[in-house]
């Protein structure tokens, strides 16, 4: 069985995020528990699998997400790494839709390369800001917004683009709070060089200390800042040591997101049982 790594929301190897893929054969998921075996082996962020559909349904494909501790709802960097290797493998062409378990997602390649996903917009609700948050981030918070069952993370503002980038929370502290993750976000300082917003992602209750570009949390970004900015189309940097870009576009409840992706290694799974 073929597995492929793509560095994900870049064009250079080694940057952005790294997710694995595996395309399978027939028309069903292998053994949940064999899921949770090759993710944990695998050891990134997330690991994708993904089999064909029937023709002639609503979706192409059916696609899972995987951490190294669990399975999630909803993961951006991930599908685009799926959809960049049915795209440059053959095995798909034009846009591809995905029934997951965070709804029908789609992913279209551009004329530049690049890919687009059309993922659900992340509901936010302003929160008090709990204390144990604060304690956890050792930093001081301006505003949160819970965003919603799916995405499921505490959305945190803090008060410039230095705090995001010095943050050095307490991640078991993080582990311990009643979200699956935070999302730390600041509004750029300087715009001219290419983004408007940063951000970085924890979810160490879910094997990931620190996401290193997070699809799934610009679902939510985007609503928070686009009135803030006064535009639809956000440029977000994710400030994590491997760093990432993601162009998120507002409609409404959907939130289109669009980065480049690039294989860095195709290999062979041995153990496929």
Do not use: Y
């Not at 292998?30 to 349904?57: C, I, K, Q, Y």
């Not at 705090?163 to 979200?179: E, I, W």
């Not at 970004?221 to 507002?250: C, H, K, M, N, Y």
């Amino acid at each position: 069985m073929r597995i492929r790594i793509v560095d994900a929301f870049t064009d250079r190897p080694f940057t952005g995020n790294p997710a694995a893929v595996l395309l399978l054969d027939g028309d069903a998921f292998p053994d949940d528990a064999w899921l949770m075996r090759v993710a944990a082996e695998v050891n990134l962020s997330e690991t994708a699998f993904a089999h064909p559909l029937p023709e002639g349904g609503d979706a192409d494909w059916a696609l899972r997400w995987c951490t190294p501790t669990t399975e999630v709802d909803l993961c951006g960097h991930a599908t685009l790494a799926t959809a960049h290797v049915l795209r440059t493998t053959g095995a798909a062409t034009g846009t591809i839709r995905f029934t997951t378990r965070g709804g029908l997602l789609t992913a279209t390649a551009d004329d530049d390369g690049s890919i687009t996903l059309d993922f659900p917009t992340a509901p936010l609700t302003a929160v008090e800001v709990p204390d144990t948050v604060t304690a956890a981030l050792g930093a001081d918070v301006v505003s949160a917004h819970d965003t919603g069952p799916v995405v499921g993370d505490l959305l945190v503002e803090l008060a410039d683009e230095g705090a995001v980038r010095s943050l050095a929370p307490d991640l078991a502290a993080v582990a311990r709070l009643n979200h699956r993750g935070i999302i730390v976000t600041a509004r750029a300082d300087d715009p001219s060089r290419g983004h408007d917003v940063v951000s970085r992602f924890f979810a160490p209750g879910s094997g990931i200390d620190e996401d290193p570009v997070t699809g799934s949390a610009h679902t939510a970004l985007a609503p928070f800042w686009a009135p803030r900015i006064g535009r639809t189309d956000i440029t977000g940097l994710q400030a994590s040591a491997r760093t990432g870009i993601v162009r998120t576009e507002l409609r409404a409840d959907r939130t289109l997101l669009t980065g480049n992706a690039v294989t860095v290694i195709d290999g062979e799974l041995l153990a496929t049982g």
